[in-house]
């Protein structure tokens, strides 16, 4: 494969990307324009001039965007799975799947969105 020049610029270029793909997914999924512009704004609007996150759900965030990252940079995707220890990688889905569990709404009866069309 191929290898990129990686550079500082690279996190910023993943944020604005990633940005661009939020903002794209709200305007595909609201009803209408007006609901769109609305969800745009609170999207960007902060109660008190902070994120409205917990400090572990910042933690959390943050170790995510680390291991992405990491991941591009190192290619670390790659070796876990093929010479990682089995039981390593069985633990992390299983570790997945009870995130999935605990912290997944169910009881919500969400349409799936291709059906709205």
Known sequence: LPTV?????????VAV????????????RSANLTDSLHV????FTF??????????QKGLAGMALLVALAEEKLDISGRLVTTG????YSFALVALLLVLELFGVFQLRIPFVYFQF
């Open 5 to 13: 020049a990686w550079s500082w610029s690279y996190p910023l270029k």
């Open 17 to 28: 990307t990633f940005a661009l793909v939020l903002i794209g997914w709200v305007f595909f």
């Open 40 to 43: 745009v704004g609170q999207m």
């Open 47 to 56: 109660p008190h001039g902070r994120i409205p996150l917990n400090n572990w």
């Open 85 to 88: 220890p089995t039981w390593a």
